[in-house]
């Protein structure tokens, strides 16, 4: 009873006393001062009994004592039962008083546990330095997650993204820049383990000594007379998310100047390196040169604005050109003349004038036989129609006008695709391990079937040894939103031939997704560990 009116006298704080919804370290707390009270009347309970014993031995030998005293003297007997009482009431004095100590101390306890950690938000709220990070408030700030700026697409069914550290990214694209392009096999994550330790440690070696003396194994396919290398940089300069958020007015421009720093840094890259720029006419070339051997840039904007070039593209791939200028590197000009590309147009391309013709289409039997690819029929419909758009009204009315419109923009943009791809092996083609990187829109080179997709076969028929295949070419998204790679949704799309019956001939948008800045978290879909 005792106990009872003891613990009643605790002192609790209001907030505490008040709180209708206890959080989870009110709970805590109570359960832990509890656990202290047990301890604390646990400790008090054996301190009580060693005492106890200690009294039960005094005693006893106290009434030995006595019992031989009163064989010699009985009037002793008196005295022992007098100093009887007194003991007991020592004993029940002590236990009182432990008993009142320990809940004393218990109630300190308590009230401290409940005072630094107040369960509501009423109560006075004070920083714990030494609470861990994430139980602290950042005050309704949001904090978005890091993500990396660089994604492989993985060649897997259906494609996934592995996202790459920025600290790997130079390394990346400084092996573009040696020519070893990208392989179209899925990757593996093949780490040592105890299991392949020792089979590693023997074969690997054996692979390693072959490839360093070029004996069989050794990858003699990335080099020579007979191998050039190809990079395309896909960007439409519109300043998407991506774009926009890295603070830099020409977002595209800027991230595509700062992977061509990194591509051409290796030394072989001197003298055999080209940018090939997509927006210009062939016909601009001696306006390149002349810039690039020194020229003012008033002069070349003049030029290509009386070639008919679009001035606000010319503005949009002023960084790029600044570039090469600096690097002395040669820059190409690639598209069909203007002219030319009005008459396909209306007419296709049997209207256009043979001798012109033979200039944009070197192959022109494997130019033919390529419509009826069915991977490329995949691209056709699921990539390169999706961008057509009707002249007009009544010929989007008119289903017949609309077919035959339609016809002529597809001969349109294989011409376009052809006359690029031919320009760019042309001139790799005379160079061994020659690199050419390649500014493009997005829809001429997304699903590795516009220029991109025709370097390979262009450059067998150039040169019959050539070792130039679908590795060699490695195409780069820049900045992409969902929009660009023919997504309705948020997600980035990664692919197309999604049906049972297309598997075969399923194509990964790019080979890599390089952003300016963090993408949302909503855009990157089937996203693996980060490498």
Not at 466 to 486: F, H, Q
């Amino acid at each position: 009873m005792k106990m009872k009116h003891c613990c009643s006298d605790i002192i609790v704080p209001a907030a505490a006393r008040y709180s209708n919804k206890p959080t989870m370290p009110s709970v805590l707390s109570s359960i832990s001062s509890l656990l202290l009270l047990v301890a604390s009347c646990r400790q008090s309970v054996e301190a009580f009994s060693a005492s106890s014993n200690r009294r039960q031995v005094v005693s006893h030998q106290i009434c030995n004592s006595a019992l031989f005293a009163s064989r010699d003297d009985g009037n002793n007997s008196d005295e022992d039962d007098n100093s009887r009482p007194i003991q007991n009431n020592n004993s029940q004095i002590n236990r009182r008083e432990a008993l009142r100590s320990a809940v004393t101390g218990a109630a300190l306890a308590t009230s401290s546990t409940l005072i630094t950690q107040p369960s509501t938000a009423n109560a006075l709220s004070l920083p714990n330095p030494f609470a861990p990070a994430y139980t602290q408030s950042n005050n309704g700030r949001y904090i978005p997650g890091k993500r990396c700026t660089a994604y492989l697409v993985d060649t897997t069914i259906p494609p996934s993204l592995i996202p790459y550290r920025a600290s790997r990214e130079a390394a990346i694209l400084k092996n573009l820049g040696m020519g070893y392009g990208t392989s179209k096999a899925p990757f593996i994550e093949d780490d040592i383990t105890l299991n392949n330790m020792m089979n590693k440690a023997v074969f690997g070696s054996i692979s390693a000594v072959n490839n360093a003396v070029g004996g069989e194994g050794a990858d003699l396919a990335r080099n020579g007379e007979n191998y050039q290398s190809f990079i395309f940089l896909g960007a439409n300069f519109d300043d998407t998310f991506t774009a926009a958020a890295a603070g830099e007015e020409g977002g595209d421009a800027q991230l595509a100047v700062g992977l061509l720093e990194d591509i051409c840094k290796p030394k072989e890259r001197i003298g055999n390196t080209a940018i090939g720029l997509s927006f210009c006419p062939q016909g601009c070339q001696e306006l390149l040169d002349q810039y690039v051997n020194g020229g003012s840039e008033s002069a070349l904007l003049e030029g290509l604005k009386g070639k008919g070039v679009d001035e606000q593209l010319t503005m949009a791939h002023l960084p790029i050109l600044r570039f090469a200028q600096k690097k002395r590197f040669p820059l190409l000009a690639l598209a069909p003349e203007s002219q030319d590309l009005d008459t396909v147009r209306k007419g296709g391309l049997q209207s256009l004038d043979p001798e012109k013709r033979e200039t944009y289409v070197a192959d022109a039997q494997g130019f033919i036989a390529l419509t009826q690819d069915p991977r490329f029929k995949l691209y056709t419909e699921k990539s390169l129609f999706k961008d057509f758009r009707p002249s007009s009204a009544a010929v989007a009315s008119d289903e017949a006008a609309a077919k035959a419109e339609q016809g002529n923009y597809f001969a349109e943009k294989i011409l376009v695709h052809e006359a690029c791809a031919t320009c760019i092996s042309k001139w790799a083609a005379s160079r061994p391990d020659a690199l050419v990187v390649t500014i493009a829109p997005i829809p001429d080179v997304r699903f590795l079937g516009g220029i991109n997709g025709r370097v390979p076969r262009i450059s067998q028929f150039l040169n019959k040894d050539s070792l130039v295949d679908d590795e060699a070419v490695t195409t780069i998204l820049l900045n992409p939103n969902a929009k660009e790679t023919l997504s309705e949704s948020k997600w980035l799309r990664l692919e197309i031939g999604t049906s049972p019956r297309n598997w075969a001939y399923q194509t990964k948008v790019a080979d890599y997704l390089w952003f300016s800045s963090m993408p949302k978290v909503n855009m990157i879909p089937r996203m693996m560990n980060e490498q």
